[in-house]
């Protein structure tokens, strides 16, 4: 068998499994995905709840308490509909006696770093419910987003620590959610919505690396199919 044929076979056998592998990995990416979708869809379904030391994440809780707006900042470079601005993040003190850090919601800054918070204020929640989100912990090496946002939002409020003490709940934080009507009352933070599920492109990205495979397979079998019609053309000439 020429040198080539060798070479062909042995470029599409480590092609094909290569691809293989990587089928299987976005299967697995999607398995995943569905595992975290139900487990969302369960925490979600619970009637929601008092806040608690510990909460998992996606899980509904109820909001009572009074706004310290004397300890809110603003959680930089947040967009929403492709409009800069900031997440306004304002502590609440609970009835409990706790206090948890909420993403009251975005609001729009040009700069998507300086808003003048002042102006989204609003009466003390009663009922507000909100979704648990986990503070990330810090990854090993370089930070990603979501890890620098959180290490922000912990690291602006010394005075905040300092005041609650351990009365602060820093484990996870609060996004608040629209009414019931969907709508923001005018000068109030656009909540946030639950994040949308969906499978993502796995089963699309498997599908494509399994066809590479096959591609690879069919290939290499096309040339060596040639060589062998070649061979036998000059042996029986």
Known sequence: MPRRSLLAILAAVLGAALFVRLGFWQLDRLAQRRALNAAVVAQAGFAPVVPDDSMPRYRHVLLDGSWDFAHEFASIGRTYHGSPGVDVVTPIELASGRTLLVNRGWVYAADAATADLAKTHEADPSGLIG???????????????DTARARRTLAATPALQRDAGPALITSYYVVALPGADSLTPVGHPARRS????????????????????LI??????????QDMRKRRRATSE
């Open 216 to 225: 690879a397979v069919v290939g290499v079998s096309a040339l060596l199919w």
């Open 194 to 213: 639950f994040p949308t599920l969906d499978e993502g492109p796995h089963a699309g990205y498997a599908v494509q690396w399994f066809s590479f495979a």
């Open 131 to 145: 979704y648990v989100e986990p503070f990330p912990r810090p990854a090993s090496g370089a930070a990603d987003e």
